[in-house]
């Protein structure tokens, strides 16, 4: 089992910046891809962001690239989700997760990722 733990969340005033962390432990070696989910009161959870257990791979929604930077620490097996110029429609509960090597194919569908974390919220005011 792998077990995930978000910090970070905050109250921001739009245009401003918070960075998100997920703390990962138990099996990471199940850990391939990780990534960062997000949903907003009323809607559904949508993909944010995910990177590959090397780095070498990120992946962003249209609507945070430019503004959000995902990145992981391999030692720490933590991965973080910098977000710049935040923007009131950002405001959500942020979800960490995480992806098995078996997983294939796309990293966006929520359905291909095995392990969550209990959330964050980021409230952004205008």
């Known amino acids: 089992q792998v077990q995930l733990v978000e910090s970070g969340g905050g109250l921001v005033q739009s245009g401003g910046s918070l960075r998100l962390s997920c703390a990962a432990s138990?099996?990471?070696?199940?850990?391939?891809?990780m990534g960062w989910f997000r949903q907003a009161p009323g809607k559904e959870r949508e993909f944010v962001a995910a990177i590959s257990r090397s780095g070498g791979n990120t992946y962003y929604a249209d609507s945070v690239k430019g503004r959000f930077t995902i990145s992981g620490d391999n030692a720490k097996n933590t991965v973080y989700l910098q977000m710049n110029s935040l923007k009131p429609e950002d405001t959500a509960v942020y979800y960490c997760?995480?992806?098995?090597?078996?997983?294939?194919?796309?990293?966006?569908?929520?359905?291909?990722?095995?392990?969550w974390g209990q959330g964050t919220q980021v409230t952004v005011s205008s």
């Open positions: 138990g099996r990471t070696v199940n850990i391939y891809v």
């Open positions: 997760a995480a992806r098995p090597p078996y997983s294939r194919g796309v990293v966006t569908p929520q359905t291909s990722y095995d392990y």
